[in-house]
């Protein structure tokens, strides 16, 4: 089986964020970007998702929303019917991409895919099959 990562707002989802390098409270997204929290999967996406799962890939999906929203997350992915193994939501704020770094590692993720240019060029300096798109992958 092959294990890719994934982020989830602005790669599965259409709408992301930049990640500040600025520690910010857990409930200040419920302020800052509420509509990327209710953001539907976009069903291209999870197509792909789907037919690759059926071909034997596996996906861990990261994303940089607080801890806090794990299960109101994994509640809005199930309907949607996104394949996954598993769900890190690893916060915002600096060391997002480093904590994201060590999730690949301990996943013996083979590819990560994230929409942000700079999470890529981040997780190929650390030596990491990183690109834009599940169309790069599969």
Not at 18 to 30: E, V
Not at 101 to 122: A, G, M, P, T
Request: charged letters at 20%.
């Amino acid at each position: 089986m092959k294990v890719i990562g994934i982020d989830l707002d602005g790669t599965i989802t259409p709408y992301g964020f930049y990640n500040p390098n600025i520690p910010l409270p857990w409930w200040f997204w419920i302020f800052l970007i509420p509509f990327v929290l209710v953001s539907k999967p976009r069903k291209s996406v999870v197509k792909k998702m789907q037919l690759m799962a059926t071909q034997g890939f596996q996906f861990i999906i990261m994303t940089r929303r607080p801890k806090q929203f794990s299960q109101f997350t994994e509640r809005r992915l199930g309907p949607h019917r996104v394949p996954y193994l598993k769900l890190f939501c690893v916060g915002i704020g600096r060391g997002a991409n480093k904590r994201k770094l060590k999730i690949v590692q301990e996943n013996n993720v083979e590819f990560f895919v994230d929409s942000d240019k700079h999470i890529v060029r981040f997780m190929r300096r650390n030596s990491v099959n990183a690109v834009n798109s599940l169309d790069e992958v599969f």
